[in-house]
T-cell receptor, first 117, second 115 residues
């Protein structure tokens, strides 16, 4: 079974703090994703990585950055947390097109509920 | 631009009722993939099914079935004889730009199954 883990289930931070959210997958997947989930808005893609050190902006990258130094780990960084970044953050991974030949499902971690005060 | 619409925000049924969750999508691509995910109260999204645009066969898996109709751009999900454990938020998703791994999600349907 695919296992995607996230460093924290719940996190409380203060405005202006630098926040790191870590995600690790154990299935050697090329692709990794960060989403945020807000009521009534569904899941919105923040960043996507298709290989080590490679990244693409998603729909709402402002205020976020990412790091992928190793294949299994994808970090989301909030450079200076703000109250409007209070949300549920979900990490996912999937096989890449090069490996699988077609589009495969994304597998999700349990999520991190971040509260910025 | 791609879009996924789940018009039903919340559905409430009584156990053993059948329920259908609607998903309507928009895309100009000829190759695309559709997905359904379940998000129980624990929060983790669970993959249910993937369908590509060339395969219009309906699929049944136990109490779950999916009806894919390209003519109406719909990919509906039916739960037969619903159970309390089916209570969750269900998301429909579509690949962006053809055969890409990036997905666009609908806003989800909250299904509450009452005992």
């Amino acid at each position: 079974d695919v296992k995607v883990t996230q460093s924290s289930r719940y996190l409380v931070k203060r405005t202006g703090e630098k926040v790191f959210l870590e995600c690790v997958q154990d299935m050697d997947h090329e692709n990794m994703f960060w989403y945020r989930q807000d009521p009534g808005l569904g899941l919105r893609l923040i960043y996507f990585s298709y290989d080590v050190k490679m990244k693409e902006k998603g729909d709402i990258p402002e205020g976020y950055s990412v790091s992928r130094e190793k294949k299994e780990r994808f970090s989301l960084i909030l450079e200076s947390a703000s109250t409007n970044q209070t949300s549920m953050y979900l990490c996912a991974s999937s096989l890449g097109l090069r490996t699988s030949g077609n589009v495969r499902a994304q597998y999700f971690g349990p999520g991190t509920r971040l509260l910025v005060l | 631009a791609q879009k996924v619409t789940q018009a039903q925000t919340e559905i409430s049924v009584v156990e053993k009722e059948d329920v259908t969750l609607d998903c309507v999508y928009e895309t100009r691509d000829t190759t695309y993939y559709l997905f359904w995910y379940k998000q129980p109260p624990s929060g983790e999204l669970v993959f249910l099914i993937r369908r590509n645009s060339f395969d219009e066969q309906n699929e049944i898996s136990g109490r779950y079935s999916w009806n894919f109709q390209k003519s109406t751009s719909s990919f509906n999900f039916t739960i037969t004889a619903s159970q309390v454990v089916d209570s969750a938020v269900y998301f429909c998703a579509l690949t962006r730009g053809g055969a890409t791994n990036k997905l666009i999600f609908g806003t989800g349907t909250l299904l509450a199954v009452q005992p």
